[in-house]
Nanobody, 117 residues
Framework: QVQLVESGGGLVQAGGSLRLSCAAS????????MGWYRQAPGKQRELVAY???????TIADSVKGRFTISRDVPQNTVYLQMNSLKPEDTAVYYC???????????WGQGTQVTVSS
């Protein structure tokens, strides 16, 4: 069993900032990749940012230059610093982690981010 617990979502005005956190715990304590996806109402879930333990980082074009992903690998925690938020960033943000040896993916329950104009 693996639990991903997200925190840091909320309501913010356009131009503001939020920092999301996701901590993994459970029977697996090593994750090759951790990152963030989001899903807005009526839209498909999309990749926001992703980080692997070999140093590779992927950032969606829509948030590049505004969002930064970072990881605390020993603590199995991933962060998403979101600056210059826009109303179109409004979505439920989900944490995703991929176990190192099994490649099994795990999802968090999601945290709501709402950006008002």
């Amino acid at each position: 069993q693996v639990q991903l617990v997200e925190s840091g979502g909320g309501l913010v005005q356009a131009g503001g900032s939020l920092r999301l956190s996701c901590a993994a715990s459970g029977t697996i304590n090593s994750f090759y990749a951790m990152g963030w996806y989001r899903q807005a109402p009526g839209k498909q879930r999309e990749l926001v940012a992703y980080s692997t333990t070999d140093g590779a980082t992927t950032i969606a074009d829509s948030v590049k230059g505004r969002f930064t992903i970072s990881r605390d690998v020993p603590q199995n925690t991933v962060y998403l610093q979101m600056n210059s938020l826009k109303p179109e960033d409004t979505a439920v943000y989900y944490c995703r982690a991929v176990a190192r040896f099994t490649n099994e993916p795990y999802w968090g329950q999601g945290t709501q981010v709402t950006v008002s104009s």
